[in-house]
């Protein structure tokens, strides 16, 4: 199975502030990487496939990229509605698997 | 809307048998590839199980093959997972969620709030 190493597990910041979390592939996925936001009791929600496309109705302060093993996700200017848990999934060989989740918070 | 509801858990004992179903509404269902997902308490998502648009082409994750069975009635827009032979570590909430193909491309744009399955004696 491909693991997905997600870092870090937990991240603080400030309205306003940008912030990245990295996904590191076990081999080569190309850019068949998802982002998706979850936060506590409801749906998780897909931010970002295939390793840059925002979903449609995601805001633009969201954003991802890099290809083959190495990826990010990037939230431009934190919002308070942000606060969630992030997974990254790659979907280039069963099983998908998920990285561990970065939960975010505000300062 | 596309909406999805889950339904189905409770608690169970060890070795004993659940089905959840998923309720989908919205979009065309016999047209899209179907996931179920679950998160156990405190831990993050994993996959668990595909079924395509027809039902012809289905897969599992390792902990739960030959375990679960995933199945899908079109006429009545709903998803089922047959769940045997449960044992304490299959706790969690399951999700079921809309593949973006009509197989199991991978990419999930629709999700359910999910139910809770606790297996405890």
């Known amino acids: 199975d491909i693991q997905m190493t997600q870092s870090p597990s937990s991240l603080s910041g400030s309205v306003g502030d940008r912030v990245t979390i990295t996904c590191q592939a076990s081999q080569d996925i190309s850019n068949y990487l998802n982002w998706y936001q979850h936060k506590p009791g409801k749906a998780p929600k897909l931010l970002i496939y295939?390793?840059?496309s925002l979903e449609t109705g995601v805001p633009s302060r969201f954003s991802g990229s890099g290809s083959g093993t190495d990826f990010t996700f990037t939230i431009s200017s934190l919002q308070p509605e942000d606060i969630a848990t992030y997974y990254c999934q790659q979907y280039d060989t069963l099983p998908y698997t998920f990285g561990q989740g970065t939960k975010l918070e505000i300062k | 809307q596309v909406q999805l509801v889950e339904s189905g858990g409770g608690v169970v004992q060890p070795g004993r048998s659940l089905r959840l179903s998923c309720a989908a509404s919205?979009?065309?269902?016999?047209?899209?590839?179907i996931h179920w997902v679950r998160q156990a308490p405190g831990k993050g998502l994993e996959w668990v199980a595909v079924i395509s648009y027809d039902g012809s082409n289905n897969n599992y994750a390792d902990s739960v093959k030959g375990r679960f069975t995933v199945s899908r009635d079109n006429s009545k827009n709903t998803l089922y997972l047959q769940m045997k032979s449960l044992r304490i570590e299959d706790t969690a909430v399951y999700y079921c969620?809309?593949?973006?193909?009509?197989?199991?491309?991978?990419?999930?744009?629709?999700w359910g709030q999910g139910t809770l399955v606790t297996v405890s004696s």
């Open positions: 295939d390793a840059s």
């Open positions: 969620a809309r593949d973006l193909t009509a197989g199991s491309g991978g990419v999930l744009d629709h």
């Open positions: 919205g979009f065309s269902f016999s047209s899209f590839g």
